[in-house]
């Protein structure tokens, strides 16, 4: 193509028209196309299709396979957490149920301890009680005699009574 100015502007010069020679060359060259083109589809193009169905439907296959899988493991991942949730329940109850059996234990225990306690010192308190007044009845007892012995001891004589 060529170009030529004119006050500035490009100006494109008329393509020229492409000359084609229809000669023997060009028919055998489509007879050969075809011939290529009949021997080729059974052995290539045919099996070549058939595999690229195959393909697109082992594809689609594995697709729908894959979705049903999810899908089913949604359903068992949805299962076990209701299972799980049952189960914390459970062992919650459970749990729960221990803390307070543990309590009840914890308070009877606390119980008897306080009634045993209560008990070991009522007892200590009455022998206790129960010694001062054999020692106060002993001391009793003794009084006069300690009394004489204190007076003659002071006094460096013996005192009658």
């Known amino acids: 193509m060529t170009f030529a100015s004119l006050d500035g502007v490009l100006l494109a010069a008329a393509p020229q028209a492409i000359r084609v020679d229809f000669d023997s060359t ?41 979705r049903h899988l999810d899908e089913e493991a949604a359903g068992a991942l ?47 308190k009455r022998k206790a009680q129960e010694d001062a007044a054999r020692a106060r009845a002993a001391l009793g007892e003794q009084s006069n005699a300690l009394a004489k012995d204190l007076a003659a001891r002071v006094l460096g004589r013996e005192v009658q009574s």
Do not use: C, N, W
């Open 26 to 66: 060009f028919l055998i060259q489509v007879v050969l196309f075809v011939a290529l083109t009949l021997a080729l589809k059974p052995l290539l193009f045919d099996p070549m299709l058939r595999v690229f169905e195959e393909r697109e439907r082992l594809t689609d296959g594995a697709k729908a396979q894959a």
């Open 78 to 124: 949805a299962h076990y957490e209701s299972e799980l949730a049952k189960a914390r329940a459970a062992g919650a109850a459970e749990r729960e149920k221990v803390r307070a059996e543990g309590v009840r234990r914890e308070q009877e225990i606390l119980a008897q301890v306080r009634e045993a306690t209560a008990r070991v010192i009522e007892e200590g």
